[in-house]
């Protein structure tokens, strides 16, 4: 059973524009998200989190939007370029980031130039 | 379908005893596997990763080891823990480096 949920496998976008990935989760305890990005042949490294307080969270090109009603976090890349194109991971945690990580099973981004 | 197991769950070890933990990948023939870790704070770093029986890489020098005995079977050990050995050890496997990584559940691990 999928805590972390990124249903979609793959993005296209176009260099300059808005890329949008999303995460839905089912436990309601998790109180802390993560999203990770890893470029083929490397491990996952951290882009961003947020914690349930928040429902938004900025760094630079790179912004995450937390739904806790919805269940259902976000991430968005302004503008988009060709070297974000990657697979990026949601993870949730409970304890503010102490627990265990639930990772999606991932979504690869695309930016064509 | 693919289904990816860790055990055990938590561990809580004396600093100096040995470390065994296992990934077994069922569903899947001749995945890479990986061994990530997750320490307090910080992001997922890449211990080691093996493209085939008996063929580790690994890419963080430390008190570690990695061995694949068996095609979709991935050994994480050490022979005496550190303090600095504490974290979340997640095990992944994939069809390709290009390809997404699907992780295990993974282990708490705390060195006392």
């Known amino acids: 059973d999928q805590q972390v949920k990124q249903n979609s496998p793959s993005l296209s976008v176009q260099e300059g524009r808005i890329s949008i990935l999303n995460c839905d989760y089912t436990n309601s305890m998790f109180d802390y998200f993560l999203w990770y990005k890893k470029y083929p042949a490397e491990g996952p490294t951290f882009l961003i989190s947020i914690s349930s307080i928040k429902d938004k969270n900025e760094d630079g090109r790179f912004t995450v939007f937390l739904n806790k009603s919805a269940k259902h976090l976000s991430l968005h890349i302004v503008p988009s370029q060709p070297g974000d194109s990657a697979v990026y991971f949601c993870?949730?945690?409970?304890?503010?980031?102490?627990?265990?990580?639930?990772f999606g099973k991932g979504t690869k981004l695309s930016v064509k130039p | 379908s693919q289904t990816i197991h860790q055990w055990p769950a938590t561990l809580v070890q004396p600093v100096g005893s040995p470390l065994s933990l296992e990934c077994t990948v069922e569903g899947t023939s001749n995945p890479n596997l990986y061994w990530y870790r997750q320490a307090a704070g910080r992001g997922l770093q890449l211990l080691f990763y093996?493209?085939?029986?008996?063929?580790i890489s690994s890419e963080v020098p430390q008190n570690l080891s990695a061995s694949r005995p068996q095609d979709r079977q991935f050994i994480l050990s050490s022979k005496k823990l550190l303090l600095s050995d504490s974290g979340f050890y997640l095990c992944?496997?994939?069809?390709?480096?290009?390809?997404?990584?699907?992780f295990g559940p993974g282990t708490r691990l705390t060195v006392l």
């Open positions: 093996s493209v085939g029986i008996g063929q």
């Open positions: 993870a949730a945690s409970v304890n503010y980031g102490q627990g265990n990580l639930i």
């Open positions: 992944a496997w994939g069809a390709g480096h290009t390809d997404t990584q699907y």
